[in-house]
């Protein structure tokens, strides 16, 4: 809810400025798939190779938001959605501070995907969609998750008894099953140069 009693504060120290500080664009980097699909990986991986080129990165991680920003969050449908908005909302903050801000969520509904898009500017949000198959996943499940939740120990995950939305138009697919690590980095750079991001 917004109040009436507060006015945004135009700064005089820009994006744009920032980015030409950088020696590169900002952008919201939303990686996307089910556990175990390999976000947090190929963020982190992808960060680290930003990193090498003197980019300006962070990666917001759903465990690591979870201990913090969202930590009073349950995994319900209407906490997930709120969860998302939060991510959205400092991602597009990180975005103005000319940052790539990278975020690595299952972020199960189409709609909240859409509507953290919504909140930027069409070349300034980059959906990636990691997609495996479930068989995968849960052979990568070093948690034992998805176990629990096959046996009714955790309720309302995402591919087992929620679902999971994959997107329909993402801006770049990454096949986590058939893909190296090595290859889907590359993919990811490759598109970043090619939407002139980064040299």
Same mark, same amino acid.
């Given at each position: 809810?917004?109040?009436? $009693?507060?006015?945004?504060? =135009?700064?005089?120290?820009?994006?744009?400025?920032?980015?030409?500080?950088?020696?590169?664009?900002? #952008?919201?980097?939303?990686?996307?798939?089910?556990?175990? !699909?390999?976000?947090?990986?190929? #963020?982190?991986?992808?960060?680290?190779?930003?990193?090498?080129?003197?980019? +300006?990165?962070?990666?917001?991680?759903? *465990? $690591?938001?979870?201990?913090?920003? !969202?930590? =009073?969050?349950?995994?319900?449908?209407?906490? +997930?959605?709120?969860?998302?908005?939060?991510?959205?909302?400092?991602?597009?903050?990180?975005?103005? /501070?000319?940052?790539?801000?990278?975020? #690595?969520?299952?972020?199960?509904?189409?709609?909240?995907?859409?509507?953290?898009?919504?909140?930027?500017?069409?070349?300034?949000?980059?959906?990636?969609?990691?997609? #495996?198959?479930?068989?995968?996943?849960? !052979? +990568?499940?070093?948690?034992?998750?998805?176990? +629990? /939740?096959?046996?009714?120990?955790?309720?309302?995950?995402?591919?087992? @008894?929620?679902?999971?939305?994959?997107? *329909? $138009?993402?801006?770049?697919?990454? @096949?986590?099953?058939?893909?190296?690590?090595?290859?889907?980095?590359?993919?990811?750079? @490759?598109?970043?140069? !090619?939407?002139?991001?980064? $040299?």
């Amino acid at each position: 809810m917004k109040t009436p $009693n507060t006015i945004y504060h =135009n700064a005089t120290v820009t994006r744009e400025r920032r980015n030409q500080l950088n020696g590169h664009k900002s #952008a919201v980097i939303w990686f996307t798939g089910l556990s175990g !699909s390999g976000k947090s990986t190929l #963020a982190h991986s992808v960060e680290e190779e930003l990193h090498n080129l003197d980019c +300006r990165t962070f990666v917001l991680d759903g *465990d $690591n938001v979870r201990h913090g920003l !969202s930590s =009073n969050l349950t995994f319900s449908d209407v906490d +997930r959605k709120e969860n998302i908005r939060r991510i959205g909302e400092a991602a597009k903050l990180m975005m103005e /501070a000319g940052v790539i801000a990278m975020t #690595a969520f299952i972020s199960p509904f189409r709609e909240d995907r859409n509507n953290v898009r919504g909140l930027l500017s069409q070349e300034d949000f980059i959906e990636i969609f990691c997609k #495996a198959s479930l068989e995968t996943c849960e !052979s +990568r499940d070093v948690k034992g998750l998805y176990k +629990r /939740a096959r046996t009714g120990e955790i309720k309302n995950y995402t591919g087992i @008894d929620s679902p999971y939305e994959a997107p *329909d $138009n993402p801006e770049l697919v990454i @096949d986590t099953d058939g893909e190296t690590l090595e290859e889907s980095v590359v993919k990811v750079i @490759d598109f970043l140069k !090619s939407r002139e991001i980064v $040299n």
